[in-house]
């Protein structure tokens, strides 16, 4: 598994050079199909540009209890073939397509026998390998390259000029450090959970296969941005909005409204206002906050931060409806990381499932499950059965792949999702005939948010909040008209 991580990450490492606007190579692959040994990633010269196509085999290592020497490149093992045989066969596969160089690219770093014919500065052999008459172990090294490959010396001569050794590449670690450099130069986030995200990118793609493995610039460009990997922009002008729920922080840029509602709330035993609170205290205060934010200029965002339940980010978004042009920018954890997600981001490809079923036909409500980063079957059981007469009909919503900690990669996901969830949820209150929705959410606050944003003329919405038993309780009551 190592060595599969070692070889995604310098994939990904040379596939952000198709980035750059001077880049001599027009496309890459990744496990090119023809390639042989030398397939494991690939970049091809623009047609016009003087240059070869390179095939890179890579070779991780645990350790380094050995190097690469002139007489190991030839050694087998069993029947096998030696990596020297590996990258004469790819080479003489590839040579009829034009210019090409074969590289091996390993951590393990070169002996001096063969170090001293390496050239620092293109990788590639030096004149001095390819001397007429070589004596002592270069002459005993190109004898056992000649009767190892079976061939004569000017086809050894010209396969050993398309070779190139990066041999004593970095080590995992300092390979996740280029990594990171080159995404940041390129204004990508970097970090664990971005890299994560790339390199499952290219799992994907080697196991669809075919034109998938292939990638140019433009193929590239979306991906980064399907799955979120640019770099939030902070130039936009924002309007602060904090609110603190279940516990008070303070960040950089102070508010433009500020709402402290603490004393309502308690983490430990997930104790929440009552019903009558949120109507008569909250509720009211949060459309205050929304009056006082209609004078923010036109193409401000409102920066919202807080520490709040889930139903609290629903009613927020409900209060400053997508319709009514209010744009939001809003702090999300994700894996360990605090990115900046837009309710204005262009949404992603990402598809939402639903099922549903009937429960109670003379019932007059709709229950819907929003579950994206977990799975709320059992307790939703144990509720629907609870309330065996309440609910018309059960609409269950989750992401492609089913719902984990990693469901919402960005806010473009967070915003797809948030977008056909209102549609599934718009279709089911027409097909069951529902007049009341209540709604679980076990998504990121992110993804709430922009949801209420979108639940305009849906009916009153019963938002619920998971207690500390492990059941639902419903929270409040969102009027949506």
């Given at each position: 598994?190592?060595?599969?991580?070692?070889?995604?990450?310098?994939?990904?490492?040379?596939?952000?050079?198709?980035?750059?606007?001077?880049?001599?190579?027009?496309?890459?692959?990744?496990?090119?199909?023809?390639?042989?040994?030398?397939?494991?990633?690939?970049l091809?010269?623009?047609?016009?540009?003087?240059?070869?196509?390179?095939?890179?085999?890579?070779?991780?290592?645990?350790?380094?209890?050995?190097?690469?020497?002139?007489?190991?490149?030839?050694?087998?093992?069993?029947?096998?073939?030696?990596?020297l045989?590996?990258?004469?066969?790819?080479?003489?596969?590839?040579?009829g397509?034009?210019?090409?160089?074969?590289?091996?690219?390993?951590?393990?770093?070169a002996?001096?026998?063969?170090?001293?014919?390496?050239?620092?500065?293109?990788?590639s052999?030096?004149?001095d390998?390819f001397?007429?008459?070589?004596?002592?172990?270069?002459?005993?090294?190109?004898?056992?390259?000649?009767?190892?490959l079976?061939?004569?010396?000017?086809?050894?001569?010209?396969?050993?000029?398309?070779?190139?050794?990066?041999?004593?590449?970095?080590?995992?670690?300092?390979?996740?450090?280029?990594?990171?450099?080159?995404?940041?130069?390129?204004?990508?986030?970097?970090?664990?959970?971005?890299?994560?995200?790339?390199?499952?990118?290219?799992?994907?793609?080697?196991?669809?296969?075919?034109?998938?493995?292939?990638?140019?610039?433009?193929?590239?460009?979306?991906?980064?941005?399907?799955?979120?990997?640019?770099?939030?922009?902070?130039?936009?002008?924002?309007?602060?909005?904090?609110?603190h729920?279940?516990?008070?922080?303070?960040?950089?840029?102070?508010?433009?409204?500020?709402?402290?509602?603490?004393?309502?709330?308690?983490r430990?035993?997930?104790?929440?206002?009552?019903?009558?609170?949120?109507?008569?205290?909250?509720?009211?205060?949060?459309?205050?906050?929304?009056?006082?934010?209609?004078?923010?200029?036109?193409?401000?965002?409102?920066?919202?931060?807080?520490?709040?339940?889930?139903?609290?980010?629903?009613?927020?978004?409900?209060?400053?409806?997508?319709?009514?042009?209010?744009?939001?920018r809003?702090?999300?954890?994700?894996?360990?990381?605090?990115?900046l997600w837009?309710?204005?981001?262009?949404?992603?490809?990402?598809?939402?499932?639903?099922?549903?079923?009937?429960?109670?036909?003379?019932?007059?409500?709709?229950?819907v499950?929003?579950?994206?980063?977990?799975?709320?079957?059992?307790?939703?059981?144990?509720?629907?059965?609870?309330?065996?007469?309440?609910?018309?009909?059960?609409?269950?919503?989750?992401?492609?792949?089913?719902?984990?900690?990693?469901?919402?990669?960005?806010?473009?996901?967070?915003?797809?999702?948030?977008?056909?969830?209102?549609?599934?949820?718009?279709?089911?209150?027409v097909?069951?005939?529902?007049?009341?929705?209540?709604?679980?959410?076990?998504?990121?606050?992110?993804?709430?948010?922009?949801?209420?944003?979108?639940?305009?003329?849906?009916?009153?919405?019963?938002?619920?909040?998971?207690?500390?038993?492990?059941?639902?309780?419903?929270?409040?009551?969102?009027?949506?008209?």
């Amino acid at each position: 598994m190592q060595g599969d991580r070692y070889q995604h990450l310098f994939s990904w490492y040379v596939l952000l050079w198709l980035l750059d606007e001077d880049c001599p190579f027009a496309s890459a692959f990744v496990e090119h199909p023809e390639a042989g040994a030398a397939d494991d990633v690939t970049l091809h010269a623009r047609p016009g540009v003087t240059g070869a196509s390179r095939y890179m085999q890579v070779k991780w290592h645990v350790d380094h209890r050995a190097l690469y020497t002139l007489e190991g490149l030839t050694e087998t093992v069993g029947r096998g073939q030696s990596l020297l045989q590996k990258l004469f066969v790819s080479w003489k596969t590839l040579r009829g397509q034009g210019p090409v160089e074969v590289w091996l690219v390993s951590n393990w770093p070169a002996a001096p026998e063969l170090g001293r014919y390496l050239q620092g500065r293109d990788c590639s052999l030096t004149e001095d390998f390819f001397v007429a008459a070589p004596a002592g172990a270069l002459k005993v090294a190109r004898t056992r390259w000649l009767e190892h490959l079976g061939v004569e010396w000017d086809v050894l001569r010209a396969f050993c000029a398309d070779l190139r050794f990066r041999l004593g590449l970095a080590s995992m670690v300092e390979l996740e450090e280029r990594v990171d450099e080159r995404m940041r130069m390129h204004g990508l986030r970097q970090g664990p959970a971005p890299r994560a995200i790339a390199l499952d990118g290219i799992r994907e793609w080697i196991e669809t296969g075919g034109q998938a493995k292939r990638l140019d610039r433009a193929k590239l460009q979306m991906f980064i941005r399907d799955r979120g990997l640019l770099e939030s922009k902070t130039d936009t002008p924002g309007v602060g909005l904090w609110i603190h729920g279940w516990a008070r922080r303070q960040w950089r840029e102070p508010p433009a409204v500020e709402l402290d509602w603490t004393s309502h709330f308690d983490r430990d035993t997930r104790a929440v206002p009552t019903e009558a609170v949120c109507r008569e205290r909250l509720l009211p205060e949060l459309r205050e906050a929304r009056r006082r934010l209609a004078s923010r200029p036109a193409e401000s965002v409102i920066d919202f931060r807080g520490k709040v339940p889930l139903s609290v980010s629903l009613a927020v978004g409900t209060c400053f409806p997508e319709v009514a042009g209010a744009r939001f920018r809003v702090e999300q954890a994700t894996r360990g990381e605090t990115m900046l997600w837009r309710s204005d981001a262009k949404p992603t490809q990402r598809q939402l499932h639903g099922t549903e079923h009937e429960s109670a036909p003379d019932a007059m409500d709709l229950l819907v499950v929003f579950q994206l980063t977990g799975d709320a079957g059992p307790d939703v059981e144990r509720f629907v059965a609870s309330h065996s007469r309440r609910f018309r009909a059960v609409l269950v919503l989750e992401p492609d792949g089913g719902p984990h900690d990693g469901a919402v990669g960005s806010d473009g996901d967070a915003v797809a999702f948030a977008v056909l969830a209102r549609e599934r949820i718009r279709q089911a209150r027409v097909r069951w005939r529902t007049s009341t929705t209540h709604l679980i959410p076990y998504a990121p606050a992110g993804c709430c948010l922009f949801l209420g944003q979108r639940l305009n003329a849906m009916g009153p919405v019963v938002a619920y909040e998971r207690t500390a038993a492990g059941g639902y309780a419903p929270f409040m009551t969102i009027e949506t008209g």
